[in-house]
């Protein structure tokens, strides 16, 4: 399907996400904080960095240090694109592993997001965004987001997705995975999960699969990574169904 409309379809822009229901607080390591930190930059060995943890009062290093990585977005502009529906591009050079902007959203539980899916899907809406922040919680764009919720899909993409604690809260940050020049579309791999008939990939990457992931279940999970350098003991997974009009 064509989209002719000069701008892109209506959302509520927010800065945080909104709980539809109870937010949960995780770990002790929040607030014992970086302990061993004294000057303004922490060392690749802090303990809250090695561990995907933003830096936080509890730290003993300065309001500066540059493991608080969900403090300012990178500049970006939403952009018609010729294939692809709407997207997002650069307005200024990121340098690889920068944060560039959180994925935010409604967070709703396992109930409310199977309701939401079919709901859409019998109104044969084709633009919905959501992805699975830990169990029974998952982050909903589709009514409700910001700039994040514009990126497309790449075979070959320039981002990765991120879980990080911030405060004690898990949030989903949009990090560059290699050097990005300005006016360059912002991708990620979405890893597809689709529920009905398959989406053709228009990303344009050499290596592009010819179609966004495999038809399975709308409950099925895929890794999201936590950072390079943290070891986890349990998996950790993210789902996001996404479609652009192509």
């Not at 390591?29 to 061993?36: N, Y």
Request: glycine content about 6%; some cysteine; aromatic content about 10%.
């Amino acid at each position: 399907m064509i989209d002719n409309r000069s701008e892109p379809p209506p959302y509520v822009h927010i800065k945080r996400n909104a709980y539809l229901i109870k937010k949960k607080r995780d770990g002790v390591i929040a607030d014992i904080g970086c302990t061993h930190c004294k000057s303004t930059e922490c060392s690749d060995n802090c303990v809250c960095r090695v561990q995907c943890i933003s830096c936080s009062k509890a730290c003993r290093c300065s309001d500066m240090c540059s493991n608080r990585p969900f403090r300012r977005d990178r500049k970006m502009q939403v952009v018609k694109t010729e294939l692809c529906g709407w997207g997002v591009v650069a307005s200024e050079s990121i340098n690889k592993g920068d944060f560039i902007i959180e994925y935010i959203g409604e967070v709703i539980d396992d109930a409310l997001c199977e309701k939401r899916l079919w709901d859409m899907k019998y109104k044969g809406v084709q633009n919905f965004y959501m992805c699975e922040l830990r169990k029974d919680f998952t982050i909903d764009a589709t009514f409700k987001g910001n700039l994040s919720r514009f990126l497309n899909h790449s075979c070959d993409p320039n981002c990765k997705l991120e879980k990080w604690q911030v405060e004690g809260e898990t949030r989903v940050g949009v990090f560059a995975a290699r050097y990005i020049e300005v006016g360059e579309p912002l991708t990620y791999d979405y890893r597809f999960v689709q529920f009905g008939s398959e989406v053709k990939c228009h990303c344009g990457a050499s290596k592009c699969q010819g179609y966004l992931g495999s038809k399975k279940k709308i409950t099925s999970k895929l890794d999201i990574s936590w950072g390079s350098k943290r070891k986890r003991t349990s998996t950790s997974c993210l789902a996001i169904v996404k479609s652009n009009s192509f």
